[in-house]
């Protein structure tokens, strides 16, 4: 065997290699889509009271919603790996701070309530006057931010509710808003 056919050989053999632990990588990354997920950081309930937050906060309509885009998997592994344990527990009392306010304006938990009610539970969080780190609107608006980022970041908002250009790409620098249809680009 020459040389180079034994470069040749070696280079295909790692390759291959390579590929097959890149594959088992980039598989891994992709959310389950089955009903046995288990989140991490928050309970059960908390986790499917965050999926119908999301939901409210960005809903199905002619585009995916919050749902669709795994937005709560998400924000669970996000808070369960990054968040300081303080911050942690910030997520905690606002999502329960939602269910107080649906349960004082409709007697029942946020889950429970119809679209109509949570649009006014959430609302009255944006209205309240109360200060502070752990007043109703704060929690809200922190909720929204990290709603938005989970689902903007995410492979459905950025490629099917965003305008997604590849990059490397060409560079348009002044382009008529009219060419847009009106969409922002990811």
């Not at 280079?11 to 291959?16: I, Q, Y």
């Not at 309509?61 to 924000?75: L, M, N, Q």
């Not at 409709?106 to 109509?116: I, S």
């Not at 909720?143 to 560079?171: C, K």
Request: proline share 5%.
């Amino acid at each position: 065997m020459k040389r180079r056919d034994a470069l040749k050989n070696t280079a295909l053999l790692l390759g291959a290699v390579s590929m097959g632990s890149a594959t088992a990588l980039m598989q891994s990354c992709q959310p389950s889509l089955e009903d046995s997920w288990e989140p991490v950081f928050f309970d059960k309930t908390q986790a499917s009271l965050l999926s119908e937050i999301a939901e409210t906060i960005i809903p199905r309509t002619e585009t995916p919603g919050a749902k669709d885009a795994f937005v709560s998997r998400y924000i669970d592994e996000y808070a369960s790996r990054f968040l300081k344990p303080e911050q942690q527990e910030m997520y905690r009392a606002g999502l329960a701070i939602f269910d107080t306010i649906s349960t004082t304006r409709h007697q029942k938990p946020f889950t429970d309530c119809e679209l109509e009610q949570r649009h006014e539970a959430l609302q009255a969080m944006i209205d309240d006057p109360t200060e502070g780190k752990m007043s109703p609107s704060s929690v809200f608006y922190r909720m929204r931010s990290a709603v938005n980022m989970a689902f903007f970041t995410s492979e459905v908002g950025a490629t099917q509710v965003l305008d997604h250009i590849s990059i490397p790409g060409d560079y348009l620098g002044d382009i008529p808003l009219s060419e847009t249809k009106g969409r922002v680009y990811s």
